[in-house]
């Protein structure tokens, strides 16, 4: 799959997360800043019963390799398209290891001289509503 047709998958799909859309303005010290909203990834160990993405679902699934966000987000960023990154995922093997992902992602984007705004949005399994 290419890297245009996994980022139209799971950006779209991050629609089906209860809180907003892809590419949204969101509220930050008195402004609005525009943010890139993606998945890291699609693949899930849960099976959530209100979840598009839970693990009997049979479905697509995709996942960004953290320096491949990196750079897609950074690519977008330097263009001036957004402000920040959103960033959220589905259980893929464990929670530790799916929010690894996620600051491995953030990591490569801060060495890339990204100074915009991030945020990771974690699981907690003390929430899980399987």
């Not at 047709?5 to 590419?23: C, E, N, Q």
């Not at 897609?72 to 959103?86: C, K, N, P």
């Not at 929670?95 to 990591?107: C, H, K, L, M, S």
Request: contains cysteine.
């Amino acid at each position: 799959m290419s890297k245009a047709d996994r980022l139209r998958f799971l950006t779209a799909k991050v629609g089906h997360d209860r809180y907003t859309v892809p590419i949204y303005e969101a509220a930050a010290g008195n402004r609005c800043v525009t943010l890139f909203r993606t998945l890291m990834s699609s693949f899930c160990e849960n099976n959530c019963r209100f979840c598009s993405f839970r693990r009997d679902r049979g479905q697509r699934r995709e996942r960004w390799e953290p320096h491949e966000l990196a750079r897609v987000a950074m690519q977008v960023w330097r263009e001036g398209q957004i402000s920040g990154l959103f960033l959220s995922s589905c259980v893929e093997r464990d929670p530790d290891t799916t929010v690894g992902r996620e600051i491995e992602a953030v990591d490569a984007l801060r060495g890339m001289g990204f100074t915009g705004y991030d945020f990771l949005k974690a699981y907690n399994p003390l929430t899980d509503a399987t």
